[in-house]
């Protein structure tokens, strides 16, 4: 324990001893003429495409992927060759709104075969884009979605929702 303070203590003096024999000393290279570029910061100027919209009206309960509310909005990433999340559960006899985010870099869709409502859903974001549609979820069961485009859903791209 001394011992290390000890050692801590002459690194220090050794430190500022090195310190001022170099201030001490004419160095001729360290002539603090040459001008500096400190007038050449990029200034961050206004960021114009932030495209993350803040969020306009659809609560999204952002808990990893669990469930949506009746009424409620789920967001759904898409990429290849997945969706996130791919289950959720949400309420009998209900309608949420799924909104569609392609974060991949091909057209992805959302499409569910029959609805509780015995509709087909189907709804496709290209790259970059969002789109959204209602679901209407029926009794208690299974619905399953998945992507439509050729030879996504065998590669990964389908999901559940538990209605419960
Ligand atoms: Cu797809």
């Known amino acids: 324990m001394g011992k290390r303070l000890a050692l801590f203590l002459m690194i220090g003096v050794m ?56 009424g409620g909005t789920i967001e759904i990433d898409a990429t290849e060759m997945s969706f996130t999340p791919n ?39 290209e790259p970059g884009a969002e789109t959204t549609t209602e679901v209407k979820t029926g009794p208690a069961g299974t619905l399953e979605f998945y992507c439509a485009q050729p030879g996504h859903k065998d590669a990964g791209m389908d999901g559940h929702i538990k209605v419960q």
């Open 15 to 70: 430190i500022l001893g090195a310190l001022a024999a170099c201030g001490g000393s004419t160095t001729p290279a360290e002539s603090p003429a040459a001008s500096s570029p400190a007038a050449s910061s990029p200034a961050a100027s206004s960021p114009a495409g932030s495209a993350e919209s803040p969020a306009a009206g659809g609560e999204s309960p952002a808990a990893g992927g669990g469930s949506v509310a009746a």
């Open 87 to 125: 289950e959720f559960t949400a309420p009998a006899n209900s309608t949420f709104t799924v909104k569609l985010k392609n974060t991949g870099s091909v057209l992805h869709d959302f499409t569910i075969d029959k609805d509780g409502s015995g509709k087909k859903v189907e709804i496709k974001a």
